[in-house]
Each structure stands twice: as C-alpha cells, then as structure tokens.
Nanobody
Framework: VQLVESGGGEVQSGGSLRLSCAAYGLDFSKITMNWIRQAAGKEREVVSTIETNGEGVCYADFANGRFTVSRDNTKNVLYLQMNNLKPEDTALYSC??????????WGQGTQVTVSQ
C-alpha cells in the first residue's frame, strides 16, 4: 500500500491550494480516507474525512467553509481543495487510509506554508 501526496507549496494568506493523494495497492473505493495535518511543535489533527462513496464527509471546525474534500474512485485519488488559507494552516498535510476508523496507511505528506 502506498499513498503519495502532492500539491503543497507556499502561498500568501487568502490564497488557495489543491492537494492530491494518489493511492496504490489498495481497494480505494472501499476505504474511508482522511486528511490530517501537523504543524511544527503541535499535535496532529484531523482535517477532514470522506466515506467510500464520497457522500459522507466531515470537517474540523477550522476547515468548515474553507476546505472541500473529494475523491475520484475511478482514478484512486483523494483531493483537498483549500481556499482562503491562513498562516495558521501552515503544516504538513498527509492522507490516511482507514478501515472502520482504524488507520492502516499514511502518506509522507506535502508541506503547506501560508505567509502573511
């Protein structure tokens, strides 16, 4: 199993980024997927979760209204569209595959840096 994130970078406050997570070696359409993030010196936190069919989604409070998670089960790719980014969104963003809320695979992450 391999998860590969991309799309991170440096943007100014108010900018947007679209993260992608390509999944290999798993039955992607049957797996709940998550985006998590970890800022330097802080605890890891869940950003968003999306169920197998893409219809069941949830967001952390900080992501509501600004971030949109989606998935393409035909391409085995998970996405996170992030708008109106803030400096406090600066973190390493990773995708996580889970079965029944039990995570079993993590990507290496993609760095997002938001400047003032």
């Amino acid at each position: 199993v391999q998860l590969v994130e991309s799309g991170g970078g440096e943007v100014q406050s108010g900018g947007s980024l679209r993260l992608s997570c390509a999944a290999y070696g798993l039955d992607f359409s049957k797996i709940t997927m998550n985006w998590i993030r970890q800022a330097a010196g802080k605890e890891r936190e869940v950003v968003s979760t999306i169920e197998t069919n893409g219809e069941g989604v949830c967001y952390a409070d900080f992501a509501n209204g600004r971030f949109t998670v989606s998935r393409d089960n035909t391409k085995n790719v998970l996405y996170l569209q992030m708008n109106n980014l803030k400096p406090e969104d600066t973190a390493l963003y990773s995708c996580v595959a889970a079965n029944d809320s039990d995570p079993f695979a993590w990507g290496q992450g993609t760095q997002v840096t938001v400047s003032q």
